[in-house]
Structure formats: structure tokens, C-alpha cells
């Protein structure tokens, strides 16, 4: 069983910075967890995409994320990360990490971690 454990959450100003964590008991960006996420879920919203990245590196991001958060995986340490900057009030809400990829049997499988709350101020 993929365990995902996020960190780096906090309360912030607006206009500041968080780099959040998400440490995985596999390799990352291999066959096991071929694509990592960040998404988010505020109160009384449902959960959204922040950005994604393959294991050919490539990124997306959602609108709200272009510019100013960046993902980026570390295989050295089986860590992925996000760099939010800029951030503001509306990015608040509880950040998740989820994994996808296929399984030893070749089943494709997802896995999430715990989520981190992250509290932008005005």
C-alpha cells in the first residue's frame, strides 16, 4: 500500500509564500506513481485541481495556480512539492496530494494523502 504524507501548511499573509510536501513510500514519477497531484478543497466547495505533474515531467495547472504556484518532484526523495507564492485569501482550504499509476499487477490504482490546511489572511 502508496502512503502520502503532505506537510508545509500553515497560516500565511496574503502576498506570502508556503511550499508545501508530500513524501511517498514509493518512487515517485515511476510506474507505481506515474502521476502526482495537488488539489484542494475549501469549506463547503468540492475538491479542485492545483497542478499535476507526469513522469515525463510535465506540469499542468489549473487557472488559479498559472503563475504562481509551481510542482515539482524530487526522485532523490520521493517528494513531491508546491511552491505557492503570491498566494491570497481565496486559496485557502485543505491542500490533498494524490498519486495514480499501476500497481505490480497492472491495476491502476490512486492513492491520497491526509490533506494540510493552508489559511491565507487578508
Known amino acids: 500500500q502508496v502512503q502520502l504524507v503532505e506537510s508545509g501548511g500553515g497560516l500565511v499573509q496574503a502576498g506570502g509564500s508556503l511550499r508545501l510536501s508530500c513524501a511517498a513510500s514509493?518512487?515517485?514519477?515511476?510506474?507505481?506513481?506515474?502521476?502526482m497531484g495537488w488539489y484542494r478543497q475549501a469549506p463547503g466547495k468540492q475538491r479542485e485541481l492545483v497542478a499535476t505533474?507526469?513522469?515525463?515531467?510535465?506540469?499542468t495547472y489549473a487557472d488559479a495556480a498559472k503563475g504562481r504556484f509551481t510542482i515539482s518532484g524530487d526522485n532523490t526523495k520521493d517528494t513531491v512539492y508546491l511552491q505557492m507564492n503570491s498566494l491570497k485569501p481565496e486559496d485557502t482550504a485543505v491542500y490533498y496530494c494524490?498519486?495514480?499509476?499501476?500497481?505490480?499487477?497492472?491495476?491502476?490504482?490512486?492513492?491520497w494523502g491526509q490533506g494540510t490546511q493552508v489559511t491565507v489572511s487578508s
Open positions: 494524490k498519486g495514480s499509476g499501476f500497481s505490480d499487477d497492472l491495476i491502476f490504482r490512486e492513492y
Open positions: 514509493t518512487r515517485i514519477l515511476s510506474r507505481r506513481l506515474n502521476t
Open positions: 505533474i507526469t513522469m515525463g515531467d510535465t506540469t
